[in-house]
Structures are given as C-alpha cells and as structure tokens.
C-alpha cells in the first residue's frame, strides 16, 4: 500500500514545520509520511506528489493560493481551503458567527477612504455620505477600526473619540476597513481549534509586549463557562470550515465575544508560543493531518455555514441578536 503524503507549505518559520514534519514520521508508520512541499512551475495536468498538504503561507504569496486551488481541484486535501479562504473576511464571517450563536461585538463595514486604482469618483455613484452620527450611536466609543482583509494585527486602531476616528480613517488609504465596538473585556482567551474539534484554551493578554501576552498560571475555569468557550470556538471553526485555526475571545460581564478567528494559519512559534502551547499543537496537528490523509473526506467548498445561515429569512428582517 502506497504511504500518504503530507507537504508542508511554509516561509520564514523555523521551528513548528520542522516539529510537525517529525512528529508525523514518528506517527506514521507504513501509512503516511511527511517531508516540505518543493513547488516550481504549475503544469495543468492535475497531477501532485502529495495527499495533504498544510498551507502556512499562501495568504502571502498568490502563486502558491493558485497552486494550492488547482490542486484541490486534483483531489490534494488542503489545510486550510484555499478557496474558501480566498473568498471570506472577517466582516463576512462576523455573520457567520452569529448565526453559530456565537456573540460578536456590534460591527459596520466602512466604505474606501480613498479610491482604489482603477476607480475615481463616478465608479461610485450608487454610494451616498455616511451618517456618522448614526455610526457612532451604533458603535459608542471606544471603537477598534481593523480590516476586513488582513491580520497580524496591521492598519488597527483604537479610537477614544470621533476625532481620532477620523484621524485614522485618513490613514487607512484604500482598504476595506471595519469599525467596531470595543469590548473592554474582563478576561481574554485564545484558543487553538485542529480538526475542527481538538480545542486547546490558552489565558491571553492582548494588552501586553508581544513575547508576554499567553498568561502564565492562570486560575482555573469553571466548567460551565470553560464548556461555553469550547463550544463556541468549536462552532466557529465547523461553520467556517476550517483545520486549523485560532479563534479569540474578549470576555465581558461572563459572555464571551469573538473577536478575531480568521486566522488560518495561526502563530504557532515555539519562542513566541511557549513550551507547553508549542508542544500541543504539534502533537494535535499531526494527528489530525494523518487523520485527514487516511480518510476518504471529499472537497468541501466551505464549512457548514450555508446550512446554519438563515438565508431564508425575509430581507427587511434583522439575522438573529449574538447571544449574551
């Protein structure tokens, strides 16, 4: 029987791919091995070395997104869909949540502050000024401003007042910026999310230098709350269909809001990380990659929620309030 081939699609990183590549050869066995994708030119053929392939790196570099679609199209298990990644954002997906009945901060998609190339002034005539007034009654202040495409925590800002607002919506040239409601939190999660199922909580303090923000001996969860994180983060990943990713949670008066999930190929660095993290996700991540390169799973377009979505809902009808 032929063994599974599981790639590693990967830059700069140094110390999880190599972990993961090892820990899967140790698992493996006569059934699966693991080794780094060697990608060149892309013939049309449909023909790929690999069952599997984890994608760390695509959303950085358009080639290997092309790639990764022609050969899921060819029957390679990808992790994370590059399709569906490709089309969601987190404006989008804030729906999404909701509909998983999961709460989410009061969010409003803002339009271009400047033109995006190609475009000037009459390529928006179907656009009408924005009440502010209307916006920031909805919102209140503080509002974060982010955008709906990226991460890394790039063009975010938190505005205290409408002048800084503006100040920043100045800055943010001709992105796709969201502003929403900051939830001053009493207590903050994040979780790794494998397989869509393997949840592994981590106390976080955003507000803290980048190498001390994972809590160190933090105090215990009560279990019906740690369950509600759990669920919550479980259902996020499931509707969006997603393998490995990291969702985060902001907690306020005991109901925990997701703030940023679309992280689909999460920070997973031993030096960033810490030993204990570190040590999970790899030993998780490779069973789950050997679990995906056994099965039979078919292409999946995207998760589950275009069966959750109430799209049959009368249009002049609010989706469903977050749960609090």
């Not at 999930?261 to 789950?288: I, K, T, Y």
Request: glycine letters at 4%.
């Amino acid at each position: 029987m032929r063994k599974r081939q599981i790639g590693l699609l990967f830059g700069m990183e140094d110390t999880f791919p190599w972990a993961l590549v090892n820990a899967i050869n140790a698992r493996g066995g006569d059934r699966v091995e693991a080794k780094s994708v060697e990608i060149s030119y892309l013939k049309d053929d449909g023909i790929f070395p690999y069952d599997v392939i984890l994608d760390r790196i695509s959303h950085e570099i358009p080639f290997y997104r092309t790639y990764l679609k022609c050969a899921a199209a060819s029957g390679v298990k990808i992790v994370n869909n590059p399709i569906w990644w490709s089309a969601d954002d987190k404006f989008f997906d804030n729906l999404v949540a909701k509909a998983a009945n999961v709460a989410v901060p009061r969010t409003i998609l803002l339009p271009h502050k400047d033109f995006p190339p190609n475009t000037q002034a009459k390529s928006f005539r179907n656009m009408r000024w924005v009440n502010w007034d209307e916006v920031f009654d909805y919102l209140k202040f503080p509002i974060f401003m982010k955008p709906a495409y990226g991460g890394g925590w790039k063009d975010v800002y938190k505005c205290d007042n409408a002048q800084e607002f503006f100040s920043a919506y100045d800055q943010t040239r001709d992105l796709t910026m969201m502003a929403q409601e900051a939830i001053e939190f009493d207590s903050y999660y994040r979780c790794y999310v494998l397989g869509r199922k393997r949840v592994h909580i981590m106390h976080y303090d955003p507000k803290q230098p980048h190498h001390l923000r994972y809590v160190q001996n933090p105090p215990p969860m009560e279990p019906q709350f740690e369950a509600r994180i759990r669920r919550d983060a479980t259902a996020l990943c499931d509707a969006l269909g997603y393998d490995m990713n990291t969702v985060e949670l902001a907690v306020r008066n005991g109901v925990p809001y997701a703030i940023d999930f679309m992280n689909c190929a999460p920070d997973a660095d031993l030096h960033s990380v810490g030993q204990e993290n570190f040590d999970w996700v790899v030993n998780n991540m490779a069973e789950v990659l050997i679990e995906i390169a056994t099965s039979d799973r078919k292409l999946e377009l995207t998760g589950s929620w275009p069966r959750v979505m109430k799209t049959d809902k009368p249009v002049d009808q609010p989706l469903m309030s977050s749960r609090a």
